[in-house]
């Protein structure tokens, strides 16, 4: 966006300074983390050097962090509960999303407000009940656990965005799909769907964010080392009571965030026009 108007100083008294400082804000926890990572421990646990930067970084604690922890085991499970997790709650929520926006039944809109309320719903009082249900099926302790149970926070918000993205697309497209001769399931796969990959794509990223990202179901559910992911197997076991392992810990916090920034900036237009299209919706 141009600013083309008014003096210099105000240009920057108005615009660049609050930029410059959002930005710096933003991004300063990622350097830190950064520039913790490959600090010496000499320096590291020096409190007479500076914090800010070093000009001696090294690559120890990425070795000790393979090396003496089952970090590389954590990302697997990470990938596989937050792909599987995703795959399940963006399925429910594609069909759920179409349905509320497209068929015409009675309780249509109260029935999807009710459905996105349901997400409101804290996740510290779900998981009482949750462990319950866990507990009876014997599927603690293994990643079935939060892939059944993630779904419970990932399908409401997904048919909210999805259900509020399939009303802009105009409904005549479908129906002339219908008068020449497509079936319902037809026009919404081949008309409706296609039209619908920018939903498709932000709902998909927000549901693999949040499975990625999830700490409270995780450090319930996944108690024994191999089974963990990597939010939990870096807290539990890089920190032992006050004693923090600081550059092995955010060398894990760093490349545990790689992936989801990655999968942001590949598809952030995606993303903001299909939060636009929902909220619009």
Not at 4 to 16: I, V
Not at 187 to 214: D, H, K, Q, Y
């Amino acid at each position: 966006m141009a600013v083309r108007y008014g003096s210099p100083l105000k240009r920057a008294a108005t615009f660049y300074v609050p930029l410059g400082l959002m930005v710096g804000a933003t991004l300063f926890p990622f350097y830190w983390m950064v520039i913790t990572s490959v600090r010496p421990d000499n320096e590291l646990y020096n409190v007479q050097m500076n914090p800010f930067f070093t000009l001696h970084p090294t690559f120890k604690h990425f070795q000790d962090l393979f090396a003496l922890t089952m970090f590389a085991r954590w990302a697997w499970n990470t990938i596989f509960i937050a792909t599987v997790s995703t795959g399940i709650s963006l399925f429910c929520g594609l069909l759920a999303g179409y349905a509320l926006a497209r068929l015409e039944f009675r309780w249509a809109a109260p029935l999807g407000t009710l459905i996105f309320v349901t997400y409101l719903v804290p996740p510290t009082l779900l998981f009482i009940p949750l462990g319950d249900v866990v507990q009876t099926f014997g599927i603690g302790d293994t990643p079935w656990a939060v892939i059944l149970t993630y779904p419970t926070f990932l399908i409401p918000f997904c048919t909210w965005l999805l259900m509020g993205y399939f009303k802009t697309i105009p409904r005549e497209i479908e129906d002339c799909a219908r008068i020449d001769g497509a079936s319902r399931i037809q026009a919404m796969i081949r008309i409706t769907f296609p039209l619908a990959v920018p939903g498709i794509l932000s709902a998909g990223i927000f549901a693999f964010t949040l499975s990625w990202n999830e700490f409270l179901y995780a450090l319930v559910f996944l108690s024994s080392p191999q089974q963990k992911t990597i939010p939990i197997g870096v807290f539990t076991e890089l920190v032992r009571g006050d004693v923090f392992y600081w550059g092995p810990l955010m060398a894990g916090a760093l490349l545990g965030s790689i992936p989801v920034a990655l999968v942001y900036s590949f598809f952030v237009e995606h993303y903001v026009t299909a939060l636009t299209g929902a909220v619009k919706g």
